[in-house]
């Protein structure tokens, strides 16, 4: 439509132009996301994409339009609207604290300091108002992921260390934990196979994970996760001995429609007696299944259910969950794609956070991050998901700088 021509809206994002992988954070000097909104990258690429939404809804009402130009321009539309919204929204705000900020040196100059008070924590109000709609314009302004709104399989493994039980212990609570926060978070949690250790601690498990945007919260999990602690019992607890021990987290994007074709010739499948799903019950018949894809060597099980067909079921779910993860690395391998999605995949085997219990202390190695009160955080409420946010907008923040950076390069001609 410009010049009467054909008019190719660009993309808001292109997650082709910009790497973010977590697993090998770069930057050193991390921006939060006051920072990033005063650049000045920002307001000009924002002020453009503002002046292209006012251009847009003005052609609109063209009564030259064809039906197609007039989807194309809507579809824009739609696009920019609520990104227009939240930038005028901030600089409405912004005007509000400048006005709150001039009172205060007016205030403070005259000595009124009951009226300060005031002014001071409507500051702090907007002050808190404005990082929240910073947040919202930089998730609006991120690449959404193709497989955010999706269900998981998020399984756990217990790793290997001198300290004994340690590892297994860890990974029970680590299970617990993503139990807990998928009840904060509403989310359905069916557990999928549960194969506990002779001492109480947990070797593996694995759960189906559904609700609003579960994948999105749950990428940036996988991993190894690391404990350092003192062993409760035995001759470390005694020596204060403090023992490292590691497990590993992996989820996997479960599209409702996965369009994975198994042939049944290529499966082998077994069953066997339950040993047990996370205490609940010991079937006295072979109801759990394990069922191996033969030109892969994938195997996958399932023993949570009392019926060998629903646990076969829920076993050839899995199977198709992991298959079409090898699909999607294919994929991006072919297409040479910079930017890895996080799958927690058995080869990260760089930590990605440290829980030590002995300086009640968890760090996220990605962001240099640390969180205090272990419990709380094991917990799955609040204190995790303040940790999985502060993950989810450092992610939004390197996408945004990493894709105005390349697009300066564009623009300079580098």
Known sequence: LHNH???????????AQFILSFNNWHRKNHQNSQALWKHEAVQKYLETLTKEYQQVSHQLSADSLNDFEQRTLRRRCADLSPIA?????IKEAEREVQEVEAMCTELDSRGEKQLL???????????????????????????????????????VTAGRTTGGDICQQFTKEMFEMYQNYADYKRWTFDIVNYTPAEIGGLHH?????????????????????????????????????????????????????VDVKVDPKDLRIDTFRARGAGGQHVNKTDSAVRIVHLPTGLAVECQQERSQQMNKEIAL??????????????????????????????????????????????????????ARNIKEILSGKEALDKLINRLLEFAEIEAVTQYLENLQTLEGGG
Not at 5 to 15: I, S, V
Not at 128 to 142: D, E, G, P, T
Not at 317 to 330: D, F, G, H, M
Request: net charge positive; glycine share 4%.
């Open 85 to 89: 919204a939240a930038f005028q929204e």
């Open 117 to 155: 008070e005031l002014a001071l924590e409507e500051k702090e109000s907007l002050d808190k108002k404005m990082n929240v709609l910073y947040r919202k314009l930089f998730q609006l302004l991120a690449p959404k992921e193709k497989y955010d709104r999706s269900p998981v399989i998020l399984e």
């Open 317 to 370: 779910r899995t199977l198709r969950a992991r298959l079409y993860q090898q699909v999607i690395e294919k994929q991006l391998s072919q297409e040479q794609s910079a930017r890895k999605l996080q799958l927690g995949t058995r080869a990260q085997s760089e930590r990605i956070r440290t829980y030590n219990f002995t300086q009640d202390r968890v760090t996220d190695h990605r962001i240099s991050y640390d």
């Open 5 to 15: 021509g054909f008019w190719r809206p660009k993309p808001l994002l292109d997650t």
């Open 205 to 257: 498990a694995a759960a189906h994970i559904s609700g609003e945007n579960v994948y999105r919260h749950l990428k940036y999990e996988g991993g190894t996760h690391r404990v350092q602690r003192i062993p409760e019992t035995g001759m470390s607890s005694r020596m204060q001995r403090i023992h490292t021990g590691t497990m590993s987290v992996i989820v996997l994007p479960q599209p409702e429609e």
